[in-house]
T-cell receptor, first 114, second 112 residues
Framework: DAGITQSPRHKVTETGTPVTLRCHQT?????MYWYRQDPGHGLRLIHY???????DKGEVSDGYSVSRSKTEDFLLTLESATSSQTSVYFC?????????????FGQGTRLTVV | EDKVVQSPLSLVVHEGDTVTLNCSYE??????LLWYKQEKKAPTFLFML????IEKKSGRLSSILDKKELFSILNITATQTGDSAVYLC????????????FGTGTRLTVIP
């Protein structure tokens, strides 16, 4: 399996507080993604990255920002957490030949906003 | 709008049964279709399909793609309790960073 880890694995936070989730990969993959998974919705793309300092919005990006200062790290920030952002968050990555390879997933972060 | 639809949403079978999971899609700039298995944690990769009519097989699992009718099926024969999981279908397009669009998944439960 690709070396991709997420931290923290679980977090409970209060409404209105900022939260940062970290994704770290050791595969030198070019492309990285953040998804959220909710019942009835499957995995939905929040933001993605083409490379260092090169990011773009996915289908559910409102309320989220990302940064990628190094190839191996992709950070997801909730500027002011809301209860609707309670979810399981998955990070994924693929190599330069993204069209022909699968995406590898981290173990997920369960975030609860109270 | 890109769309991936999986059916059924859930399925309960007995050990030894054969199951067929369906995935239909409507996307622009289709590149490939992927199947993942998710057991309470990270999705794990099963198959990637790019060409119609070519079956991919791994043990008791197999999958095939029909690019004319825009669907794929995942077959599991002689099911075991360890096959219980959510099976996710995803379509990769040329958009973005070759992003994957996921269906909502099929929850398979195999009872002894």
């Amino acid at each position: 399996d690709a070396g991709i880890t997420q931290s923290p694995r679980h977090k409970v936070t209060e409404t209105g507080t900022p939260v940062t989730l970290r994704c770290h990969q050791t595969e030198n993959h070019r492309y990285m993604y953040w998804y959220r998974q909710d019942p009835g919705h499957g995995l939905r793309l929040i933001h993605y990255s083409y490379g260092v300092k090169d990011t773009d919005k996915g289908e559910v990006s409102d309320g989220y920002s990302v940064s990628r200062s190094k190839t191996e790290d992709f950070l997801l920030t909730l500027e002011s957490a809301t209860s609707s952002q309670t979810s399981v968050y998955f990070c994924a990555s693929t190599g330069a030949g993204a069209l022909n390879t699968e995406a590898f997933f981290g173990q997920g972060t369960r975030l609860t906003v109270v | 709008e890109d769309k991936v639809v999986q059916s059924p949403l859930s399925l309960v079978v007995h050990e030894g049964d054969t199951v067929t999971l369906n995935c239909s899609y409507e996307v622009t700039n289709f590149r490939s279709l992927l199947w993942y298995k998710q057991e309470k944690k990270a999705p794990t990769f099963l198959f990637m399909l790019t060409s119609s009519g070519i079956e991919k097989k791994s043990g008791r699992l197999s999958s095939i793609l029909d690019k004319k009718e825009l669907f794929s099926i995942l077959n599991i024969t002689a099911t075991q309790t360890g096959d219980s999981a959510v099976y996710l279908c995803a379509v990769r397009t040329n958009s973005g960073a070759n992003n994957l669009f996921f269906g909502t998944g099929t929850r398979l439960t195999v009872i002894p």
